[in-house]
């Protein structure tokens, strides 16, 4: 695989929400802008990228937006699959959302999670 995964976020009752992905974070903060790689996974093998997103309400005239499904794909035209959310992507009205390029992730299935009592960054999230 190669790149930068394909993300389409949808409102609670299901509808797309129109939101321009941006490849790395650049546009929304320093971060993960490490350019893709070509990765060649083994059985068993996984990748993974992550999410960023700002809370900014730049336009008043703008409805902010919340999203409450996450479907990622390999590459865009692939078949996606839905990603659990801990809570929803608010996006004020930005209307865009970063993702980082897949990387080779450590073969634990175990999800990461937060540990109770410790704080995670809400901005970001790694995906399976």
Not at 41 to 50: F, H, Q, S
Not at 79 to 90: E, F
């Amino acid at each position: 695989m190669n790149g930068y995964p394909a993300l389409r976020l949808h409102d609670g009752d299901g509808n797309p929400i129109p939101v321009r992905v941006v490849n790395g974070a650049k546009e929304i903060t320093p971060g993960f802008d490490a350019p893709s790689r070509p990765l060649t996974l083994r059985p068993g093998e996984r990748a993974g990228a992550a999410v960023l997103w700002r809370n900014l309400v730049t336009d008043p005239t703008v409805v902010a937006t919340n999203g409450e499904r996450l479907e990622v794909a390999p590459a865009a035209g692939r078949p996606a699959q839905v990603v659990d959310l801990d809570g929803p992507i608010d996006l004020g009205n930005t209307g865009r959302i970063g993702v980082s390029a897949w990387k080779k992730m450590a073969t634990d299935p175990t999800p990461t999670r937060p540990v109770p009592g410790t704080s995670a960054p809400s901005s970001s999230m790694p995906l399976p």
